[in-house]
Antibody, heavy 118, light 111 residues
Protein backbone atom coordinates (compact mmCIF):
# COMPACT_ATOMS: atom_id res chain seq x y z
CA UNK A 1 0.00 0.00 0.00
CA UNK A 2 1.35 3.38 -1.04
CA UNK A 3 1.32 5.60 2.02
CA UNK A 4 3.10 8.08 4.23
CA UNK A 5 2.83 7.38 7.97
CA UNK A 6 3.75 10.14 10.40
CA UNK A 7 4.79 10.05 14.04
CA UNK A 8 2.38 10.80 16.85
CA UNK A 9 1.27 14.00 18.52
CA UNK A 10 3.80 16.11 20.40
CA UNK A 11 3.57 18.70 23.18
CA UNK A 12 6.44 21.13 23.71
CA UNK A 13 7.25 24.13 25.85
CA UNK A 14 7.96 27.47 24.15
CA UNK A 15 11.57 27.67 23.03
CA UNK A 16 11.93 23.90 22.64
CA UNK A 17 12.42 21.87 19.46
CA UNK A 18 10.30 19.15 17.89
CA UNK A 19 11.05 16.45 15.32
CA UNK A 20 8.32 14.85 13.23
CA UNK A 21 8.93 11.76 11.12
CA UNK A 22 7.27 10.60 7.90
CA UNK A 23 7.83 7.01 6.75
CA UNK A 24 7.08 6.07 3.16
CA UNK A 25 6.00 2.67 1.95
CA UNK A 26 4.74 1.12 -1.28
CA UNK A 27 6.89 3.19 -3.66
CA UNK A 28 10.53 4.03 -4.28
CA UNK A 29 11.27 6.65 -1.62
CA UNK A 30 14.31 8.11 -3.37
CA UNK A 31 12.41 8.92 -6.56
CA UNK A 32 10.35 11.78 -5.14
CA UNK A 33 10.73 14.91 -3.02
CA UNK A 34 8.97 15.22 0.32
CA UNK A 35 7.35 18.53 1.21
CA UNK A 36 6.13 19.71 4.60
CA UNK A 37 2.92 21.70 5.05
CA UNK A 38 1.40 22.94 8.27
CA UNK A 39 -2.08 24.01 9.28
CA UNK A 40 -2.77 26.11 12.38
CA UNK A 41 -6.08 25.38 14.16
CA UNK A 42 -8.96 26.62 12.00
CA UNK A 43 -6.57 28.11 9.46
CA UNK A 44 -5.36 27.35 5.95
CA UNK A 45 -2.43 25.39 4.57
CA UNK A 46 1.09 26.82 4.75
CA UNK A 47 4.00 25.40 2.75
CA UNK A 48 7.19 25.05 4.83
CA UNK A 49 9.76 23.47 2.54
CA UNK A 50 10.95 20.42 0.65
CA UNK A 51 13.69 17.82 0.88
CA UNK A 52 15.06 15.78 -2.01
CA UNK A 53 14.87 12.20 -0.83
CA UNK A 54 17.92 10.92 -2.69
CA UNK A 55 20.36 13.76 -2.12
CA UNK A 56 19.12 15.55 0.99
CA UNK A 57 19.02 18.90 -0.82
CA UNK A 58 16.50 21.27 0.72
CA UNK A 59 14.51 24.42 0.05
CA UNK A 60 12.74 26.27 2.82
CA UNK A 61 10.09 28.96 2.90
CA UNK A 62 11.72 32.22 3.92
CA UNK A 63 9.53 32.43 7.00
CA UNK A 64 11.09 29.31 8.51
CA UNK A 65 14.74 29.67 7.48
CA UNK A 66 17.02 29.47 10.47
CA UNK A 67 14.50 27.47 12.51
CA UNK A 68 13.71 24.50 10.28
CA UNK A 69 15.73 21.47 9.21
CA UNK A 70 14.45 18.79 6.83
CA UNK A 71 16.36 15.55 6.39
CA UNK A 72 15.91 12.02 5.12
CA UNK A 73 17.15 8.55 6.02
CA UNK A 74 16.94 6.52 2.84
CA UNK A 75 17.76 3.24 4.63
CA UNK A 76 14.37 3.39 6.35
CA UNK A 77 12.50 5.49 3.75
CA UNK A 78 11.84 8.23 6.27
CA UNK A 79 11.80 12.00 6.11
CA UNK A 80 12.15 14.27 9.13
CA UNK A 81 11.06 17.78 9.98
CA UNK A 82 12.75 19.53 12.89
CA UNK A 83 11.52 22.92 14.06
CA UNK A 84 13.34 24.82 16.78
CA UNK A 85 12.61 27.91 18.87
CA UNK A 86 8.97 26.89 19.13
CA UNK A 87 6.35 29.55 19.78
CA UNK A 88 2.67 29.27 20.56
CA UNK A 89 1.82 30.15 16.96
CA UNK A 90 3.69 27.04 15.79
CA UNK A 91 0.80 25.00 17.21
CA UNK A 92 -0.93 23.07 14.46
CA UNK A 93 -1.03 19.96 12.32
CA UNK A 94 2.09 19.21 10.33
CA UNK A 95 1.74 17.17 7.13
CA UNK A 96 4.33 15.53 4.91
CA UNK A 97 3.40 15.24 1.24
CA UNK A 98 5.01 13.62 -1.79
CA UNK A 99 5.72 15.47 -5.02
CA UNK A 100 5.73 12.96 -7.91
CA UNK A 101 7.79 15.36 -10.04
CA UNK A 102 4.65 17.28 -10.96
CA UNK A 103 5.11 20.31 -8.66
CA UNK A 104 1.97 19.05 -6.88
CA UNK A 105 1.41 16.90 -3.81
CA UNK A 106 -0.31 13.61 -4.59
CA UNK A 107 0.21 11.62 -1.39
CA UNK A 108 -0.18 13.02 2.12
CA UNK A 109 0.61 11.72 5.57
CA UNK A 110 -2.12 11.60 8.19
CA UNK A 111 -0.78 14.69 9.95
CA UNK A 112 0.98 15.21 13.28
CA UNK A 113 -0.47 17.57 15.88
CA UNK A 114 2.17 19.72 17.55
CA UNK A 115 1.06 21.74 20.56
CA UNK A 116 3.28 24.48 21.97
CA UNK A 117 2.19 25.50 25.42
CA UNK A 118 3.66 26.39 28.78
CA UNK B 1 5.51 35.19 -0.68
CA UNK B 2 1.98 36.25 0.24
CA UNK B 3 -0.81 33.68 0.06
CA UNK B 4 -2.79 33.43 -3.16
CA UNK B 5 -6.23 35.05 -2.92
CA UNK B 6 -9.37 32.90 -2.94
CA UNK B 7 -12.98 33.76 -2.02
CA UNK B 8 -13.75 32.75 1.56
CA UNK B 9 -16.84 30.79 0.62
CA UNK B 10 -18.83 29.59 -2.39
CA UNK B 11 -22.13 27.75 -2.33
CA UNK B 12 -24.46 26.07 -4.78
CA UNK B 13 -27.36 23.69 -5.04
CA UNK B 14 -26.98 20.04 -6.01
CA UNK B 15 -26.46 19.70 -9.76
CA UNK B 16 -25.29 23.28 -10.25
CA UNK B 17 -21.82 24.39 -11.30
CA UNK B 18 -19.57 26.61 -9.22
CA UNK B 19 -16.20 28.22 -9.90
CA UNK B 20 -13.50 29.10 -7.39
CA UNK B 21 -10.89 31.67 -8.35
CA UNK B 22 -7.28 31.82 -7.19
CA UNK B 23 -5.43 35.06 -7.85
CA UNK B 24 -1.66 35.34 -7.72
CA UNK B 25 0.99 37.55 -9.29
CA UNK B 26 3.46 37.61 -12.15
CA UNK B 27 5.91 35.93 -9.73
CA UNK B 28 3.86 32.75 -9.43
CA UNK B 29 0.66 31.90 -11.33
CA UNK B 30 1.40 34.40 -14.07
CA UNK B 31 4.61 32.77 -15.27
CA UNK B 32 3.79 29.06 -15.53
CA UNK B 33 1.04 26.41 -15.36
CA UNK B 34 2.24 24.79 -12.13
CA UNK B 35 -1.01 25.32 -10.24
CA UNK B 36 -2.63 22.54 -8.22
CA UNK B 37 -5.90 22.27 -6.34
CA UNK B 38 -6.77 20.30 -3.21
CA UNK B 39 -9.93 19.44 -1.32
CA UNK B 40 -9.84 19.02 2.44
CA UNK B 41 -12.92 17.52 4.01
CA UNK B 42 -13.56 18.02 7.74
CA UNK B 43 -11.17 15.99 9.86
CA UNK B 44 -9.17 14.78 6.87
CA UNK B 45 -5.93 15.67 5.13
CA UNK B 46 -5.83 17.41 1.75
CA UNK B 47 -6.40 15.47 -1.48
CA UNK B 48 -5.02 16.46 -4.89
CA UNK B 49 -7.73 17.06 -7.51
CA UNK B 50 -5.98 19.16 -10.21
CA UNK B 51 -2.32 19.58 -11.16
CA UNK B 52 -0.54 21.62 -13.85
CA UNK B 53 -3.56 23.93 -13.91
CA UNK B 54 -5.91 21.64 -15.83
CA UNK B 55 -4.91 17.99 -15.38
CA UNK B 56 -6.79 15.49 -13.23
CA UNK B 57 -5.04 12.69 -11.37
CA UNK B 58 -6.29 9.18 -11.99
CA UNK B 59 -9.46 8.50 -10.02
CA UNK B 60 -10.59 12.11 -9.69
CA UNK B 61 -14.07 12.80 -11.05
CA UNK B 62 -14.36 14.56 -14.42
CA UNK B 63 -16.76 16.98 -12.71
CA UNK B 64 -13.63 18.81 -11.54
CA UNK B 65 -11.88 20.98 -14.11
CA UNK B 66 -9.17 23.59 -13.91
CA UNK B 67 -8.06 26.52 -16.02
CA UNK B 68 -5.71 29.50 -15.91
CA UNK B 69 -5.67 32.94 -17.45
CA UNK B 70 -2.98 35.47 -16.66
CA UNK B 71 -2.43 35.66 -12.90
CA UNK B 72 -5.65 33.83 -12.03
CA UNK B 73 -6.37 30.11 -11.88
CA UNK B 74 -9.88 28.69 -11.55
CA UNK B 75 -11.47 25.45 -10.40
CA UNK B 76 -14.92 24.55 -11.68
CA UNK B 77 -17.08 21.87 -10.09
CA UNK B 78 -19.96 20.80 -12.29
CA UNK B 79 -22.95 18.71 -11.22
CA UNK B 80 -22.38 19.71 -7.59
CA UNK B 81 -22.84 16.88 -5.08
CA UNK B 82 -23.04 16.86 -1.28
CA UNK B 83 -19.72 14.97 -1.17
CA UNK B 84 -18.06 18.03 -2.75
CA UNK B 85 -18.44 19.99 0.48
CA UNK B 86 -15.15 20.93 2.08
CA UNK B 87 -12.33 23.44 1.94
CA UNK B 88 -10.56 23.95 -1.37
CA UNK B 89 -7.01 25.25 -1.69
CA UNK B 90 -5.03 26.28 -4.72
CA UNK B 91 -1.24 26.09 -4.73
CA UNK B 92 1.33 27.54 -7.08
CA UNK B 93 5.01 26.99 -7.68
CA UNK B 94 6.75 30.22 -6.76
CA UNK B 95 9.50 30.10 -9.33
CA UNK B 96 12.35 30.97 -7.03
CA UNK B 97 14.36 28.80 -4.65
CA UNK B 98 12.03 26.76 -5.55
CA UNK B 99 9.07 27.53 -3.32
CA UNK B 100 5.36 26.99 -3.26
CA UNK B 101 2.51 29.13 -1.98
CA UNK B 102 -1.02 28.08 -1.04
CA UNK B 103 -4.22 30.02 -1.47
CA UNK B 104 -6.24 31.35 1.43
CA UNK B 105 -8.80 28.57 1.04
CA UNK B 106 -12.47 28.48 -0.01
CA UNK B 107 -15.24 26.74 1.91
CA UNK B 108 -17.70 25.09 -0.45
CA UNK B 109 -21.23 24.48 0.81
CA UNK B 110 -23.87 22.46 -1.02
CA UNK B 111 -27.24 23.99 -0.15
Amino acid sequence: QVQLVQSGAEVRMPGASVRVSCQASGYSFTNHDINWVRQAPGQGLEWMGWVRSNSGATGYAQKFRGRVTMTTNTSISTAYLELSGLRSDDTGVYYCARDPNLDAFDLWGQGTMVTVSS
Amino acid sequence: QSALTQPASVSGSPGQSITISCTGTTNNIGIHNLVSWYIQRPGEGPKLIIYEADKRPSGVSSRFSGSKSGNTASLTISGLQTEDEGDYYCCSYGGTSPTYVFGTGTQVTVL
